[in-house]
């Protein structure tokens, strides 16, 4: 399985920092798109913060 993901700055309503997330799981053989998710995360974390997104799915399953 494939993890395409991509992320934006964003504010919350107070002002603070954020990264806002998107990522799908897809089946490399068919391109068929397997999960969705969404995050938000502290925009101090930066781009790091990608490996504990994959952490995240795969305990839900999502990625071998």
């Known amino acids: 399985m ?9 504010e919350d309503a107070a ?3 954020l990264l806002a997330w998107v990522g799908e799981v897809r089946d490399p053989e068919n391109g068929k798109r397997i ?7 502290p925009a101090r974390l930066g ?14 399953g999502c990625l071998a």
């Open 15 to 17: 002002g603070t920092p």
């Open 35 to 41: 999960a969705r998710r969404y995050w938000l995360t």
């Open 47 to 60: 781009a790091d913060v990608r490996s504990l997104l994959v952490i995240q799915l795969q305990s839900e």
């Open 2 to 10: 494939q993890l395409w993901h991509t992320h934006i700055a964003v």
